[in-house]
Protein backbone atom coordinates (compact mmCIF):
# COMPACT_ATOMS: atom_id res chain seq x y z
CA UNK A 1 0.00 0.00 0.00
CA UNK A 2 1.23 4.11 -0.81
CA UNK A 3 2.02 5.53 1.87
CA UNK A 4 -0.58 8.66 2.94
CA UNK A 5 2.81 10.19 3.95
CA UNK A 6 6.49 9.44 2.81
CA UNK A 7 9.52 11.69 3.59
CA UNK A 8 12.90 10.53 3.55
CA UNK A 9 16.49 11.99 4.95
CA UNK A 10 14.46 15.39 5.18
CA UNK A 11 17.72 17.91 5.75
CA UNK A 12 16.31 21.37 7.09
CA UNK A 13 19.00 24.20 8.13
CA UNK A 14 18.24 27.95 9.61
CA UNK A 15 20.35 30.25 9.39
CA UNK A 16 22.51 30.83 12.38
CA UNK A 17 23.85 27.19 11.75
CA UNK A 18 20.91 25.81 13.30
CA UNK A 19 20.31 22.31 11.91
CA UNK A 20 16.73 21.95 12.86
CA UNK A 21 16.27 18.64 10.88
CA UNK A 22 19.26 16.45 10.16
CA UNK A 23 18.04 13.13 7.88
CA UNK A 24 14.47 12.41 9.31
CA UNK A 25 12.52 9.74 7.68
CA UNK A 26 8.81 8.62 8.76
CA UNK A 27 6.13 7.28 7.10
CA UNK A 28 2.52 6.88 7.88
CA UNK A 29 -0.09 4.56 6.00
CA UNK A 30 -3.91 5.36 5.53
CA UNK A 31 -5.98 5.28 9.09
CA UNK A 32 -3.36 5.25 10.52
CA UNK A 33 -2.17 7.58 13.45
CA UNK A 34 1.38 8.09 13.74
CA UNK A 35 2.91 10.18 16.97
CA UNK A 36 5.98 12.49 16.63
CA UNK A 37 6.86 12.65 20.02
CA UNK A 38 10.04 14.84 20.99
CA UNK A 39 11.00 17.28 22.97
CA UNK A 40 11.08 21.68 22.61
CA UNK A 41 13.53 22.03 19.42
CA UNK A 42 13.31 18.69 18.35
CA UNK A 43 12.25 19.12 14.75
CA UNK A 44 8.60 18.38 14.82
CA UNK A 45 7.00 21.79 13.72
CA UNK A 46 9.51 22.11 11.14
CA UNK A 47 9.12 18.51 9.90
CA UNK A 48 5.22 19.59 9.53
CA UNK A 49 5.76 22.85 8.43
CA UNK A 50 7.93 20.73 5.33
CA UNK A 51 5.21 18.41 4.74
CA UNK A 52 2.60 21.04 4.44
CA UNK A 53 4.50 22.68 2.04
CA UNK A 54 5.40 26.15 4.16
CA UNK A 55 9.05 25.76 3.72
CA UNK A 56 11.18 23.72 1.59
CA UNK A 57 14.08 21.33 2.66
CA UNK A 58 17.31 21.70 1.76
CA UNK A 59 17.87 18.03 0.96
CA UNK A 60 15.46 15.00 1.14
CA UNK A 61 11.94 14.13 -0.28
CA UNK A 62 8.81 13.82 0.56
CA UNK A 63 5.10 13.04 -0.55
CA UNK A 64 1.96 13.25 0.88
CA UNK A 65 -1.42 11.26 -0.59
CA UNK A 66 1.77 10.47 -3.44
CA UNK A 67 1.71 14.19 -4.63
CA UNK A 68 5.68 15.54 -4.14
CA UNK A 69 5.76 18.08 -1.72
CA UNK A 70 8.14 20.08 -3.27
CA UNK A 71 6.85 19.60 -7.16
CA UNK A 72 2.87 19.25 -6.33
CA UNK A 73 2.30 21.72 -3.93
CA UNK A 74 -0.95 22.74 -4.31
CA UNK A 75 -1.85 19.18 -4.79
CA UNK A 76 -0.57 18.51 -1.58
CA UNK A 77 -2.38 21.63 -0.02
CA UNK A 78 -5.88 19.96 -1.57
CA UNK A 79 -5.39 17.27 0.27
CA UNK A 80 -4.39 17.88 4.00
CA UNK A 81 -5.99 19.35 7.17
CA UNK A 82 -4.03 21.30 9.62
CA UNK A 83 -4.59 21.97 13.06
CA UNK A 84 -2.09 23.89 14.44
CA UNK A 85 -1.61 24.65 17.73
CA UNK A 86 -2.50 27.85 18.04
CA UNK A 87 -6.49 28.11 16.74
CA UNK A 88 -6.90 29.31 13.18
CA UNK A 89 -10.61 30.97 14.47
CA UNK A 90 -11.65 34.35 13.81
CA UNK A 91 -12.97 34.87 17.62
CA UNK A 92 -15.27 37.34 16.49
CA UNK A 93 -16.91 35.53 13.65
CA UNK A 94 -19.39 32.68 14.78
CA UNK A 95 -18.37 28.68 14.18
CA UNK A 96 -20.67 28.30 11.66
CA UNK A 97 -19.16 31.84 10.40
CA UNK A 98 -15.69 30.30 10.09
CA UNK A 99 -16.75 26.83 8.98
CA UNK A 100 -19.07 28.60 5.90
CA UNK A 101 -15.50 30.57 5.37
CA UNK A 102 -13.42 28.16 5.27
CA UNK A 103 -15.48 26.07 2.85
CA UNK A 104 -15.87 28.79 0.69
CA UNK A 105 -12.29 29.57 0.44
CA UNK A 106 -11.60 26.11 -0.15
CA UNK A 107 -14.01 26.89 -3.68
CA UNK A 108 -17.60 24.87 -2.10
CA UNK A 109 -20.47 26.87 -3.47
CA UNK A 110 -22.81 28.88 -0.39
CA UNK A 111 -25.49 25.90 -0.29
CA UNK A 112 -22.54 23.47 -0.13
CA UNK A 113 -20.42 25.88 2.57
CA UNK A 114 -23.41 25.76 4.75
CA UNK A 115 -24.20 22.55 4.34
CA UNK A 116 -20.97 21.17 5.11
CA UNK A 117 -20.44 23.36 8.58
CA UNK A 118 -23.74 22.22 9.58
CA UNK A 119 -22.69 18.37 9.23
CA UNK A 120 -19.15 19.29 10.71
CA UNK A 121 -21.26 21.53 13.78
CA UNK A 122 -23.23 18.18 14.25
CA UNK A 123 -20.43 15.78 14.33
CA UNK A 124 -18.20 18.14 16.91
CA UNK A 125 -21.21 18.97 19.35
CA UNK A 126 -21.31 21.85 18.29
CA UNK A 127 -24.89 22.49 16.99
CA UNK A 128 -26.02 24.55 19.67
CA UNK A 129 -22.96 27.29 19.40
CA UNK A 130 -23.19 27.58 16.21
CA UNK A 131 -24.38 30.86 15.87
CA UNK A 132 -22.06 32.29 19.10
CA UNK A 133 -18.91 34.25 19.16
CA UNK A 134 -15.97 31.97 19.02
CA UNK A 135 -14.68 34.02 21.83
CA UNK A 136 -17.02 32.58 23.77
CA UNK A 137 -16.19 29.05 23.89
CA UNK A 138 -14.69 27.40 26.49
CA UNK A 139 -11.14 25.49 25.46
CA UNK A 140 -12.37 22.18 24.23
CA UNK A 141 -14.53 23.50 21.85
CA UNK A 142 -12.55 25.70 20.65
CA UNK A 143 -10.12 22.95 20.06
CA UNK A 144 -13.05 20.79 18.31
CA UNK A 145 -13.89 23.59 16.10
CA UNK A 146 -10.30 23.46 15.13
CA UNK A 147 -10.30 20.23 13.90
CA UNK A 148 -13.64 20.59 12.48
CA UNK A 149 -12.38 23.96 10.24
CA UNK A 150 -9.13 21.16 9.23
CA UNK A 151 -11.56 18.97 7.89
CA UNK A 152 -14.18 21.07 5.86
CA UNK A 153 -12.93 20.22 2.46
CA UNK A 154 -12.64 16.38 3.34
CA UNK A 155 -8.55 15.60 3.88
CA UNK A 156 -7.02 12.30 3.25
CA UNK A 157 -4.09 13.77 6.09
CA UNK A 158 -4.40 15.06 8.72
CA UNK A 159 -1.84 17.00 10.80
CA UNK A 160 -2.60 17.75 14.32
CA UNK A 161 -0.19 19.92 16.34
CA UNK A 162 -0.39 19.10 20.11
CA UNK A 163 -4.16 18.89 19.52
CA UNK A 164 -5.15 18.47 23.55
CA UNK A 165 -2.47 21.18 24.68
CA UNK A 166 -4.28 23.28 27.90
CA UNK A 167 -7.41 20.86 27.63
CA UNK A 168 -9.28 19.79 30.71
CA UNK A 169 -9.29 15.80 31.31
CA UNK A 170 -12.49 15.71 30.40
CA UNK A 171 -11.78 17.73 27.00
CA UNK A 172 -8.64 15.88 26.17
CA UNK A 173 -10.63 12.50 26.20
CA UNK A 174 -13.76 13.68 23.97
CA UNK A 175 -10.88 15.05 21.59
CA UNK A 176 -9.64 11.73 21.98
CA UNK A 177 -12.19 9.43 20.80
CA UNK A 178 -12.78 11.98 17.65
CA UNK A 179 -9.17 11.54 17.10
CA UNK A 180 -9.24 7.92 17.14
CA UNK A 181 -12.50 7.98 14.90
CA UNK A 182 -11.29 10.06 12.26
CA UNK A 183 -8.25 7.17 11.82
CA UNK A 184 -10.69 4.62 12.24
CA UNK A 185 -13.95 4.97 10.37
CA UNK A 186 -12.80 8.08 7.98
CA UNK A 187 -9.37 6.44 7.68
CA UNK A 188 -7.45 9.07 7.72
CA UNK A 189 -3.89 8.91 7.81
CA UNK A 190 -2.97 11.23 10.94
CA UNK A 191 0.43 13.03 11.82
CA UNK A 192 0.09 14.34 15.37
CA UNK A 193 2.60 15.63 17.62
CA UNK A 194 2.46 15.43 21.50
CA UNK A 195 4.29 16.55 24.29
CA UNK A 196 2.07 14.02 26.21
CA UNK A 197 3.40 10.08 27.10
CA UNK A 198 -0.09 9.21 27.70
CA UNK A 199 -1.65 10.69 24.24
CA UNK A 200 0.90 9.16 22.06
CA UNK A 201 0.53 5.81 23.64
CA UNK A 202 -3.58 5.54 23.51
CA UNK A 203 -3.53 7.32 20.42
CA UNK A 204 -0.55 6.65 17.99
CA UNK A 205 -0.12 2.93 16.29
CA UNK A 206 2.93 3.70 15.88
CA UNK A 207 5.46 6.42 17.92
CA UNK A 208 8.87 8.23 16.21
CA UNK A 209 10.79 9.77 18.70
CA UNK A 210 12.55 12.59 17.59
CA UNK A 211 15.99 14.05 18.90
CA UNK A 212 17.86 16.73 17.30
CA UNK A 213 16.27 16.76 13.62
CA UNK A 214 16.12 12.77 13.69
CA UNK A 215 14.09 9.45 14.70
CA UNK A 216 16.13 8.14 17.12
CA UNK A 217 13.76 4.91 17.09
CA UNK A 218 10.08 4.11 15.78
CA UNK A 219 7.31 1.37 16.32
CA UNK A 220 4.68 0.36 18.16
CA UNK A 221 4.04 1.92 21.58
CA UNK A 222 3.73 -1.99 23.03
CA UNK A 223 7.10 -3.26 21.21
CA UNK A 224 8.77 0.09 22.59
CA UNK A 225 7.86 -0.86 26.05
CA UNK A 226 8.78 -3.71 25.49
CA UNK A 227 11.84 -3.57 25.13
CA UNK A 228 12.60 -2.16 28.31
CA UNK A 229 12.43 -5.65 30.87
CA UNK A 230 12.01 -5.25 34.24
CA UNK A 231 11.66 -2.50 36.51
CA UNK A 232 12.27 1.53 35.96
CA UNK A 233 13.66 2.83 39.19
CA UNK A 234 13.46 6.87 39.51
CA UNK A 235 15.02 8.82 42.31
CA UNK A 236 14.76 12.19 42.81
CA UNK A 237 16.97 14.72 44.82
CA UNK A 238 16.22 17.79 45.87
CA UNK A 239 19.28 19.12 43.75
CA UNK A 240 21.05 17.64 40.95
CA UNK A 241 24.44 15.64 42.95
CA UNK A 242 28.15 14.96 41.70
CA UNK A 243 27.46 12.37 38.89
CA UNK A 244 30.93 10.53 39.44
CA UNK A 245 29.58 9.85 43.00
CA UNK A 246 26.32 8.58 42.14
CA UNK A 247 27.27 6.46 39.12
CA UNK A 248 30.23 5.18 41.69
CA UNK A 249 27.96 4.42 44.17
CA UNK A 250 25.09 2.66 42.22
CA UNK A 251 27.88 0.88 39.87
CA UNK A 252 28.81 -1.14 42.72
CA UNK A 253 25.22 -2.62 42.84
CA UNK A 254 24.30 -5.99 40.79
CA UNK A 255 21.24 -5.85 38.52
CA UNK A 256 21.03 -2.18 38.42
CA UNK A 257 22.00 -0.99 35.07
CA UNK A 258 21.51 1.62 31.99
CA UNK A 259 22.14 4.56 34.60
CA UNK A 260 20.45 8.05 33.49
CA UNK A 261 21.14 11.09 35.72
CA UNK A 262 19.31 14.01 34.25
CA UNK A 263 19.59 16.75 36.66
CA UNK A 264 18.25 15.84 40.41
CA UNK A 265 16.48 13.26 38.46
CA UNK A 266 17.55 9.30 37.84
CA UNK A 267 16.68 6.41 36.05
CA UNK A 268 17.76 3.38 36.10
CA UNK A 269 16.74 -0.83 35.08
CA UNK A 270 16.74 -3.08 37.31
CA UNK A 271 14.83 -6.89 37.19
CA UNK A 272 12.97 -6.54 40.31
CA UNK A 273 12.71 -2.83 41.62
CA UNK A 274 11.04 -3.75 44.94
CA UNK A 275 14.14 -5.19 46.50
CA UNK A 276 16.48 -3.13 44.33
CA UNK A 277 15.41 0.23 45.94
CA UNK A 278 16.23 -0.46 49.90
CA UNK A 279 19.81 -0.87 48.20
CA UNK A 280 20.09 2.07 46.12
CA UNK A 281 19.11 4.18 49.00
CA UNK A 282 21.44 2.47 51.34
CA UNK A 283 24.09 2.59 48.83
CA UNK A 284 23.28 6.17 47.89
CA UNK A 285 22.99 7.01 51.38
CA UNK A 286 26.84 5.68 52.17
CA UNK A 287 27.97 7.65 49.03
CA UNK A 288 27.58 10.91 50.83
CA UNK A 289 24.50 11.65 48.50
CA UNK A 290 21.52 10.82 49.73
CA UNK A 291 18.01 10.95 47.71
CA UNK A 292 14.76 12.60 48.32
CA UNK A 293 12.71 9.86 47.03
CA UNK A 294 12.59 6.62 45.01
CA UNK A 295 10.09 5.15 43.20
CA UNK A 296 9.48 1.91 41.05
CA UNK A 297 7.41 1.93 37.64
CA UNK A 298 6.59 -0.28 35.02
CA UNK A 299 8.44 1.25 31.94
CA UNK A 300 6.78 3.99 30.41
CA UNK A 301 6.85 5.43 27.14
CA UNK A 302 9.15 8.26 28.96
CA UNK A 303 11.45 5.45 29.85
CA UNK A 304 11.67 4.49 25.90
CA UNK A 305 12.67 8.41 25.53
CA UNK A 306 14.94 8.31 28.33
CA UNK A 307 16.59 5.42 26.68
CA UNK A 308 17.17 6.77 22.89
CA UNK A 309 17.06 10.28 23.69
CA UNK A 310 19.38 10.30 27.10
CA UNK A 311 17.09 12.95 28.53
CA UNK A 312 13.64 13.45 29.44
CA UNK A 313 11.01 14.38 27.44
CA UNK A 314 10.23 18.30 28.99
CA UNK A 315 6.72 18.45 29.96
CA UNK A 316 6.90 14.80 30.88
CA UNK A 317 4.99 13.63 33.57
CA UNK A 318 7.28 11.22 35.30
CA UNK A 319 6.30 7.47 35.48
CA UNK A 320 3.25 6.63 37.57
CA UNK A 321 5.02 6.32 40.92
CA UNK A 322 4.24 3.14 42.59
CA UNK A 323 6.61 3.13 45.56
CA UNK A 324 7.64 -0.51 46.60
CA UNK A 325 5.16 -2.82 45.14
N1 LIG B 1 12.61 30.21 11.59
C1 LIG B 1 13.62 29.71 12.30
N2 LIG B 1 14.83 30.30 12.32
C2 LIG B 1 15.86 29.80 13.02
N3 LIG B 1 15.78 28.67 13.76
C3 LIG B 1 14.60 28.04 13.80
C4 LIG B 1 13.46 28.52 13.09
N4 LIG B 1 12.42 27.68 13.32
C5 LIG B 1 12.89 26.71 14.14
N5 LIG B 1 14.20 26.92 14.44
C6 LIG B 1 15.07 26.05 15.25
O1 LIG B 1 15.06 24.76 14.68
C7 LIG B 1 15.06 23.75 15.67
C8 LIG B 1 13.85 22.85 15.50
O2 LIG B 1 12.66 23.59 15.79
P1 LIG B 1 11.18 23.00 15.69
O3 LIG B 1 10.25 24.15 15.90
O4 LIG B 1 11.03 22.23 14.45
O5 LIG B 1 11.14 22.02 16.93
P2 LIG B 1 9.88 21.33 17.64
O6 LIG B 1 10.27 19.92 17.87
O7 LIG B 1 8.65 21.58 16.86
O8 LIG B 1 9.77 22.09 19.01
P3 LIG B 1 8.43 22.49 19.85
O9 LIG B 1 7.99 21.28 20.57
O10 LIG B 1 8.96 23.55 20.77
O11 LIG B 1 7.40 23.03 18.88
C9 LIG B 1 15.11 24.50 17.00
O12 LIG B 1 16.45 24.58 17.40
C10 LIG B 1 14.55 25.85 16.66
O13 LIG B 1 15.07 26.83 17.54
Request: proline content about 6%; cysteine-free.
Amino acid sequence: MAHAIEAEGLVKNYPGDVRALDGLSITVAEGEILGLLGPNGAGKSTTVKILTTLIRPDAGTAAVAGHDVLRRPDRVRRVIGVVSQKSGADPEASGLGNLILQGRLYGLSGTRARRRAGELLARFGLEDAAGRPVKTYSGGMLRRLDVALGLVHRPRVLFLDEPTTGLDPEARASMWAEIARLAGDDALAILLTTHYLDEADRLARRLAIVDRGRVVVAGTPDALKGELRGDAVHVEWPQAPPEPLVREALGRLPGVREIVLDGPRLSARTGDGASAVPAVLAALDQAGVPAAAATVARPSLDDVYLRYAGRRLAGAEPATAGGAR
